[in-house]
């Protein structure tokens, strides 16, 4: 089969707009999490977010028109393709478009959309929804419009597995490019769920923090004093492509993509099972042709809730046994929050990034670790360190699970 690495990463977070922005602030632990700004927040129960700048304008990567009548997270993935592809300098021709596409995946789609024109349809009546309602809800139009704006013509498929959507889209585009139906592909997720419906929805389910005294610190995974996830936005896409024709083009190579796993949890549509992760990480163990002991840091799913942070660690002692112990293990979700279905889309980037530059990321907030919760998550600060083999796990509501490992590249 082809070898698949990633050759570009498009970022769009509360940290900023481009590697070059977010990928800093995670290294320096430093919070995307404030008070939220574009969303009335007067009868909610959660009062903040990890919000995209406000100084992020889509019509700086596509057409204006185009961007008025989109939903925010069709704008948020235009942005991000076109970063990755700028950062890839891989060059878009008649001669191969064809085997050049997109997998782009959502946990919600286009909530604000659908908010949006059922208001309308209650105060104004059916003929005054908008045309472009369908077109802008539906969770795969972010790979649909990447498609359209940059010409890719080759697959153009969506994963709609709540948050492990990024994780599911970057490991089934990295098989299409194993089998020879791609060259390269555009892959990851986008999502922007800060919506009060949405929030609302998270706030009964006791699911998201409620830390409005101290929103820098509410996204505390593994801590003894987490009470729930943050709920973030953004994109996290990569180029993923075949080795040699990477190679070919002199392209830089941030890491390679060795193999995948996905299980179902058959458990419960919201509290996870071990079976699940444990399955999950096996397959992708196998998959990748390696051993437990390879691994050297595992950029967690680490969500700062009370099920996700004790279950994930008890299958990560599962499948590594005594090496769990050796391994290095943070979740960058208390830096960005959890960005659902992207967040496996901008997790992948960013663990290409460790691999590439020798360094591990913190889990910040961590100042009291939960009972059973004893492994090493880098908290606080930064650790320089070449690191070889890691992965990155993405766990969603409905017991969908997937985990993809990353090597340092070499010959």
Request: charged share 20%; glycine share 10%; with cysteine.
């Amino acid at each position: 089969m082809n070898r698949v690495v990633i050759t570009g990463i498009g970022m769009l977070s509360s940290l900023g707009i481009g590697v070059e922005e977010v990928w800093p602030k995670i290294k320096e632990g430093i919070s995307g999490v404030d008070f939220l700004k574009k969303v009335d927040t007067t009868d909610l129960k959660t009062k903040f977010g990890a919000e995209v700048p406000e100084n992020f304008n889509a019509e700086d990567f596509m057409d204006a028109k185009e961007a008025r009548r989109s939903d925010p997270f069709i704008r948020f993935a235009a942005a991000a393709a076109s970063l990755a592809l700028k950062d890839s300098e891989f060059k878009i021709t008649d001669e191969n478009s064809h085997l050049v596409g997109s997998y782009i995946g959502s946990g919600i789609g286009g909530i604000q959309t659908f908010v949006d024109n059922a208001l309308v349809y209650d105060r104004k009546g059916s003929s005054r929804v908008s045309p472009f309602f369908v077109p802008s809800m539906v969770p795969n139009m972010a790979a649909g419009y990447v498609s359209i704006f940059n010409d890719l013509k080759g697959p153009n498929c969506a994963a709609c597995t709540a948050c492990a959507a990024g994780a599911h889209s970057i490991g089934y585009a990295a098989m299409m490019i194993e089998r020879g139906d791609a060259v390269a592909m555009v892959a990851g997720g986008s999502e922007a769920p800060l919506v009060n419906v949405a929030i609302a929805g998270f706030n009964v389910m006791r699911a998201i923090s409620t830390r409005n005294e101290e929103p820098s610190a509410a996204s505390r995974p593994f801590d003894n004093d987490r009470d729930g996830f943050v709920m973030g936005e953004g994109s996290g896409l990569v180029l993923l492509e075949e080795l040699e024709h990477a190679k070919k083009r002199g392209a830089k190579i941030y890491a390679e993509l060795i193999g995948s796993g996905m299980s179902g949890d058959a458990h419960h549509i919201t509290s996870p099972s071990l079976e699940g992760p444990v399955i999950c990480m096996e397959s992708a163990l196998k998959n990748s042709k390696i051993n437990p002991s390879d691994v050297d840091y595992i950029n967690a799913h680490g969500t700062s809730t009370q099920q996700n942070d004790i279950n994930e660690t008890n299958a990560i002692k599962e499948v590594f046994g005594s090496h769990a112990k050796e391994l290095l293990v943070s979740s960058t979700k208390s830096i960005t929050g959890h960005l659902l279905g992207a967040a496996g889309g901008l997790e992948a980037g960013i663990t290409a990034l460790a691999l590439d530059e020798g360094v591990v990321p913190p889990t910040i907030n961590l100042d009291n670790p939960q009972e059973g919760c004893d492994l090493n998550y880098v908290p606080h600060e930064t650790i320089q360190k070449e690191i070889k083999i890691a992965v990155s796990n993405s766990f969603g509501f409905g017991g969908t699970n997937c985990t993809l490992i990353f090597k340092k590249f070499e010959e």
